[in-house]
């Protein structure tokens, strides 16, 4: 069946620092991929997404890359900021799944000053 | 645009016990998807609905798991009895367009936290 797989929590950067976030993925056909946030106290949000093989996801200073060779979706950032402290979710959409997401464990982030 | 609502916020109940959660989507949103997310996991899909049909509910545990969205619109998710392993965050979702642009971009509520005592 389809399934995602993240690194383990919780990561613990300095501002400024680079982040990656481990990401990868067991699944039949075609599926898209995505990053989901969840900041403290809040709801989960889309953070990127790619649809195909070799699209770029990006926004907030985030990117990932949809790598169908090595079936993976890492999440980077070249400066992390304290406001990214949040838990990031790795998600998946498979070709058939009806339009529903399977999540990873996510993964607490931490930036300190 | 307001998000989405789920209430309550927090239930606390002993084994056995029934418990029921509400959830009122972003207006417009066909698909209503309810996620159980149990601390330090992924949330887990339970039940999507398409407007008021079920779409995919075969990870439910229909023995004491129930939901329902009447009219298309808001949804109830219902455990009667509780265990201790039910013990988690209910997640609702919804989105607009399922196979659109948009696809795979879902809209949480804040969850609503369950402890089975």
């Known amino acids: 069946g389809n399934s995602v797989t993240q690194m383990e929590g919780p990561v613990t950067l300095s501002e400024e620092a680079f982040l990656t976030i481990n990401c990868t993925y067991t699944?039949?056909?075609?599926?898209?991929l995505f990053w989901y946030v969840q900041y403290p106290g809040e709801g989960l949000q889309l953070l990127l997404k790619a649809t195909k093989a070799d699209d770029k996801g990006s926004n907030k200073g985030f990117e990932a890359t949809y790598r169908k060779e090595t079936t993976s979706f890492h999440l980077e950032k070249g400066s992390v900021q304290v406001s990214d402290s949040a838990v990031y979710f790795c998600a998946l959409m498979g070709s058939n799944s009806g339009y529903a997401l399977n999540f990873g464990k996510g993964t607490s982030l931490l930036v300190t000053p | 645009e307001a998000g989405v609502a789920q209430s309550p916020r927090y239930k606390i109940i002993e084994k056995r016990q029934s418990v029921a959660f509400w959830c009122n989507p972003i207006s417009g949103h066909a698909t209503l998807y309810w996620y159980q997310q149990i601390l330090g996991q992924g949330p887990k899909l339970l039940i999507q609905f398409q407007n008021n049909g079920v779409v995919d509910d075969s990870q439910l545990p229909k023995d004491r798991f129930s939901a329902e969205r009447l009219k298309g619109v808001d949804s109830t998710l219902k455990i009667q009895p509780a265990k201790l392993e039910d013990s988690a965050v209910y997640l609702c979702a919804s989105s607009l367009d399922p196979g659109g642009p948009d696809t795979g971009e879902l809209f949480f509520g804040e969850g609503s936290r369950l402890t089975v005592l």
């Open positions: 699944a039949t056909g075609y599926p898209s």
